[in-house]
């Protein structure tokens, strides 16, 4: 098996420049990467604890990962990543899928 992510990003080194698409370039990719899993940890948890209460949609949760306001080109893309996020925690076993009469996935 290959490196994982974490190891792909550890060979960078430290001081290398990095550029996300809607930013300036900036430096401490590695303090960055983690600022972002302990974000993604953080609502993740707020998912879970959402659908404990009640069964939720996507669109349900979507509010809950995407705090910001976009518009909505950018709205279809994060929609997108929202059913990304909860087809992992349903396939790591975390969450169920349920589906009502209604044919709507929760």
Avoid: W
């Avoid at 969450?95 to 009469?101: A, F, S, T, Y």
């Amino acid at each position: 098996m290959g490196p994982t992510a974490d190891e792909d990003f550890a060979a960078l080194g430290v001081k290398n420049t990095s550029q996300a698409r809607n930013s300036k370039a900036f430096s401490g990719l590695h303090i960055r990467i983690t600022q972002l899993h302990d974000r993604y940890c953080d609502r993740f948890g707020e998912v879970m604890k959402a659908c404990a209460v009640r069964p939720k949609r996507a669109a349900d949760i979507f509010p809950l990962i995407f705090r910001l306001e976009i518009d909505l080109h950018q709205k279809s893309f994060a929609m997108g990543e929202t059913l990304a996020h909860l087809h992992l925690l349903r396939f790591e076993e975390k969450l169920l899928r349920l589906q009502r009469p209604s044919a709507a996935y929760r």
